[in-house]
């Protein structure tokens, strides 16, 4: 009869982002002996943030865009809690919850991605629709559908997710309404998607212009009313619905944590996504904040990251030396 290894250690893997799902499927792949997997997750199924567009659009159905977290723990051999952490206990080694008891762990890997700053902007609580959580924009965007498409379209937000959305509400709302909205983009940066090569820009903002999308770079909202947005200048658009593309901001119990943060509350690491204050915890995605090498909160680094994290957990456990 065949046995497990002894249980020589407990890592926790806490949320279900794209990197944590990599790591998962590394010890699905490749399972280490003695190391007792746990995930804890407030979702049951994970969505992937860069097919979210063309969900939007009709191309992809919501099962197409979303991963089976429970299955996929199972796969690694891992135990799987549904439930939202409260908080992080990192001198007890304890996740925390508001309902159920701690969960204890020797290494934890943190991976549960940012929340909508609704406080950076008047009325954006009452009055707009964030894009993440995803699974609640999924919801509020069935609701503004099922009353009627809405004919002036705001997108807080010039970054990649933000133009991607514009051009999928463009197509949608053409085949599914038989005209396009008239869709408004603000910007707080100088040009749009300033991370890009400006000859890349410049044809995204062609690519919007085509389909009728307004760009209001170096524009921040201030306040958002129901019908209608203003910003800092006092400038005043009328819109018949918010869509919240920009920043997010981390979890207020994490600065409760004994964790290094950045300047923003963003769980602070280093180039191994190790944390800077306690070396058995790990990072990744829009959580955490390379100190050395800062990056946007984008889906893409989070999934470029989640072989990184996978190995060095594993390196972690091993007592070996960990890869940048």
Not at 70 to 79: D, G, Q, T
Not at 166 to 186: E, H, N, S, Y
Request: charged letters at 20%.
């Amino acid at each position: 009869m065949q046995t497990s290894a002894p249980v020589s250690g407990e890592l926790v893997l806490l949320g279900g982002g794209h990197a944590q799902v990599a790591a998962l499927k590394s010890f699905a792949m490749r399972p280490l002996p003695g190391l007792r997997l746990t995930l804890v997750c407030r979702d049951i199924n994970t969505p992937y943030s860069g097919m979210l567009p063309a969900f939007v659009e009709g191309v992809w159905s919501e099962r197409d865009i979303h991963i089976d977290l429970p299955k996929l723990a199972a796969m690694a051999n891992a135990r799987f809690i549904h439930a939202e952490a409260t908080g992080i206990d990192t001198d007890d080694k304890r996740i925390l919850f508001a309902d159920r008891p701690p969960v204890k762990f020797d290494m934890l890997s943190v991976n549960i991605g940012g929340r909508p700053n609704l406080a950076a902007i008047d009325g954006a609580a009452q009055h707009a629709v964030p894009v993440k959580p995803i699974s609640r924009f999924q919801h509020r965007l069935d609701e503004l559908v099922s009353k009627g498409y809405p004919r002036r379209i705001a997108i807080i937000g010039g970054g990649a997710a933000g133009c991607e959305l514009a051009l999928a509400f463009a197509r949608r709302w053409l085949r599914d309404a038989g005209a396009r909205p008239d869709i408004f983009i603000f910007a707080r940066s100088a040009r749009l998607v300033p991370e890009m090569p400006p000859r890349a820009a410049r044809l995204l903002h062609d690519a919007l212009r085509d389909v009728g999308c307004t760009v209001q770079c170096g524009a921040e909202v201030t306040t958002i009313e129901d019908g209608a947005l203003t910003l800092a200048s006092g400038d005043r658009f009328e819109c018949d619905a918010v869509f919240l593309v920009s920043a997010v901001a981390p979890p207020a119990w994490l600065a409760h944590s004994g964790l290094t943060l950045d300047a923003a509350g963003f769980i602070a690491v280093g180039p191994h996504l190790q944390s800077l204050s306690h070396d058995f915890v790990f990072a990744a995605g829009d959580i955490a904040a390379l100190s050395d090498d800062p990056r946007p909160k984008s889906g893409v680094y989070a999934v470029r990251a989640g072989p990184v994290l996978a190995e060095n957990l594993r390196r972690f456990a091993t007592g070996q030396r960990l890869r940048r």
